[in-house]
């Protein structure tokens, strides 16, 4: 018996490769959470940078407390089982009237993960839709095997490399990913997706949260996780703590040593170090 997805959207994640809308908390709560990086955002004077939208669950209680928040375990438990990881977060937040835009890739390229079993829950914290840059994916997509990308490095692109699939994908068999602020939508790592520019006069602003079931391993280099149910009998990644406020000097120097140690296998093969490198700019680079 699932815990919270009905049987429909279950069905519909394994032959789309997503799912959506799934309400994780009201639009105020979403709202809330808005607010708290945008306060964070006006006392460090301007937008979050670098490494720290990246594995930004251990760096603020807030999202420690999203990332195990029990409608979007519940549904990620309905379709991996019950013993799970968040391997990582990533912001994307697309800024108003800014020529950011995410290519069409798929997640599992340079992730270093053994197998597909990747999921991501991307928790809107704004409206994401048509008019504000919001991702759209090619369904059916994550049933076929890895693709090959090239990296582009673009300018505006907000992935790591700026990679994209090295086949044609046609727009029109594209499917556009409207959601309210609080609702989130689920995608399999192998699922072909991308999205265009804000055009609008708001901040974009989508949080994805990676999970695996605790039996995949990382075969690219050492890696830790966050696990946020069930047990670990395997052990393949190194357990991450819980903050229970913001910004600890403790986990700040964690998160560095992770996400340095992270940004090297994302960017193995390249010229690139660091999440930090200049070579990696722009700063809103996500994922
Ligand atoms: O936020 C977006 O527009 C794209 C998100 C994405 O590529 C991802 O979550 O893997």
Request: proline letters at 7%; aromatic letters at 8%.
């Amino acid at each position: 018996m699932p815990r919270i997805l009905t049987q429909r959207q279950i069905d519909t994640y394994w032959k789309d490769g997503c799912v959506f809308p799934i309400r994780v908390m009201s639009e105020d709560d979403a709202h809330a959470i808005r607010e708290r990086l945008e306060a964070f955002e006006k006392e460090t004077g301007g937008p979050l940078k670098g490494s720290l939208r990246h594995k930004s669950h251990l760096l603020f209680s807030w999202l420690g407390d999203l990332v195990r928040h029990e409608r979007i375990v519940d549904a990620i438990e309905d379709l991996y089982g019950p013993n799970l990881l968040c391997w990582t977060t990533n912001f994307f937040i697309k800024e108003a009237n800014n020529p950011a835009f995410v290519s069409w890739h798929q997640d599992s390229t340079y992730w270093g993960l053994d197998r597909p079993d990747v999921v991501t829950a991307w928790v809107a914290f704004t409206e994401s839709n048509k008019a504000n840059g919001a991702m759209d994916f090619i369904p059916g997509t994550q049933t076929g095997d890895q693709i090959p990308h090239r990296d582009t490095f673009a300018k505006n692109n907000l992935l790591t490399r700026g990679q994209e699939v090295a086949v044609d994908v046609d727009p029109k068999d594209a499917v556009t990913i409207e959601l309210r602020p609080g609702e989130m939508h689920l995608h399999h790592v192998r699922l072909v997706h991308g999205s265009p520019p804000n055009p609008s006069n708001d901040r974009r602003i989508g949080f994805a949260i990676r999970y695996i079931p605790t039996s995949v391993r990382q075969v690219a280099g050492e890696d830790s996780a966050t696990l946020v149910r069930g047990v670990d009998t395997f052990n393949h990644f190194a357990h991450e703590p819980r903050p229970t406020s913001d910004m600890d000097p403790e986990f700040v120097k964690l998160h560095h040593e992770i996400a340095e140690r992270n940004a090297r296998i994302l960017y193995r093969g390249t010229q690139v170090k660091s999440y930090n490198d200049p070579k990696a700019l722009p700063d809103d680079r996500a994922a």
